[in-house]
């Protein structure tokens, strides 16, 4: 036998490999004559080993040049933490202040109270507005106790500061009670007005007392009680 045949390289049939992962490259045949012998198979083992090694490290390096850049460089892009600049407290002025909703249910009587910004910047409302009723004679009622909740909601956690931005609104609901309470043989006379001062601000707004699902004014039987200002999505 003058000339001998050896497989170069290894495919998915060299189970004489200790892993398989280097079996992905194509397998070929090479001819050596046999006047090499005994040495000239030894260097060619040789010299296959070392390919294997060195395909083994130049897929680690790879590997951890793609993890390295997996690390440093995120898939999603990502925003510095920084102290946001809180808008200026909305001033009453730029402020639309009206009740949009009303209603009226076991004894509870009330409405919502909308804050709409219609000047051209952004302005932030923080905590409970005020609200005091005001009969036909001019009596006026002390402020409305500040609650975190009513019958008519909000049913939220927490105090939240928000900003309006232009023709943005957030929202508050008050609500009162219109059956005398013990010791009342009757209601005193309810309120024809609400004067209502935005939280952060000074200068109030009177709008009507009327309250058109009720088909009457806000009654005046016990003290108003009114939320803090929320998301519109937040009222019911």
Known sequence: MDSYWIKVGAGPECPWLTSRRYCRYNIRWRHYP???GIWGITLTMAALSACVTASHQ???????????????????PTKTAASPRLATACKTSAL???????GVAAGTIGGVIR??????????L??????????ASGVRSVPAAHVHSTMFGPFVHGVPTLTLKPRQAAEAVFTGTDNPTQGQRACPPPYRF???????SKSAVTVSGWLPYAN?????????????VVPRTDVP
């Open 115 to 124: 804050f709409a910004n219609h000047s051209a910047s952004s302005c932030s």
């Open 194 to 200: 609400l004067q209502i001062i935005p939280p952060g």
């Open 216 to 228: 009457a004014y806000m009654a005046s039987c016990t003290r108003i009680e009114v939320s803090m």
């Open 58 to 76: 130049t897929t680690n390096t790879a590997s951890s040049a793609k993890a390295s850049k997996a690390i440093s460089s995120p898939a999603f």
């Open 126 to 135: 923080h905590g409970w507005p005020t609200v005091i009723g005001v009969t």
């Open 34 to 36: 046999m006047r090499y």
């Open 96 to 102: 639309q202040i009206t009740i949009v909703h009303t």
